[in-house]
């Protein structure tokens, strides 16, 4: 019996993946399938974020890590905030929203640990102001602006492939219609040649 023996070093992305080892005897062919449990320490995603809208204080915190890793921040003498936690696979995302006058800070620290680490990031605090909507409404409009062209321009190859269609089906079916009219006209010709051919022939005298 031959052994094979291979070393694998698997990495977060290769957390519920799949191994199939192949075994091959003579004639008979047996596997074998396993999936990855992959533990890894929690990294907290660089998308995370915070922003003062009006007189809130809304931050968003996203780590991932296996065993899955809470969420916490530390926010001393506060009492009055919210805290709203959701989970996918080994993802944890928290929102933390309380009186942006009640913050004095520039950053707000958010800390995610689980059985093998601990991460903490300083995210700072932006604000959302009515400039800065106005702008986003000012880059759509410009994109709009420039799709516009090529809006018009496929709309009226549409409109002259349409109206093209139109024009070569009316004149088809005129053209068919004519052929069945002529077609009528010629049989109804021949219907009446027979009749007259009858009506003045002559009859030959029978003789005795």
């Known amino acids: ?79 009055d905030y919210s805290v709203r936690s959701l989970s996918s696979s080994q993802t944890v995302n928290s929102t933390f929203t309380l009186l942006a006058a009640d913050y004095p800070n520039n950053t707000v620290k958010c800390i995610s640990s689980n059985e093998l680490a601990k991460e903490e990031l300083e995210i700072p605090i932006g604000i959302l102001t009515d400039s800065f909507r106005m702008t986003d409404s000012l880059d759509c409009s410009r994109t709009f602006d420039a799709a516009l062209p090529w809006i018009a321009a496929v709309c009226f190859c549409l409109n002259v492939v349409l109206i093209t269609t139109l024009v070569v089906y009316i004149y088809k079916h005129r053209k068919s219609k004519k052929r069945k009219d002529d077609k009528t006209t010629d049989i109804y010709a021949s219907l009446r040649k027979t009749d007259d051919d009858q009506e003045y022939s002559v009859i030959s005298p029978q003789h005795r």
């Open 1 to 79: 019996m031959r052994r094979d023996q291979t070393e694998i070093t698997p990495t977060a992305e290769d957390h519920n993946s799949t191994i199939t080892c192949v075994a091959e005897y003579r004639e008979h062919v047996i596997n074998s399938s396993v999936t990855l449990n992959v533990q890894f320490p929690p990294k907290i995603q660089r998308d995370s974020w915070c922003l003062v809208e009006g007189k809130l204080l809304v931050c968003v915190c996203t780590s991932r890590g296996n065993p899955l890793p809470p969420i916490t921040w530390p926010l001393e003498n506060l009492t």
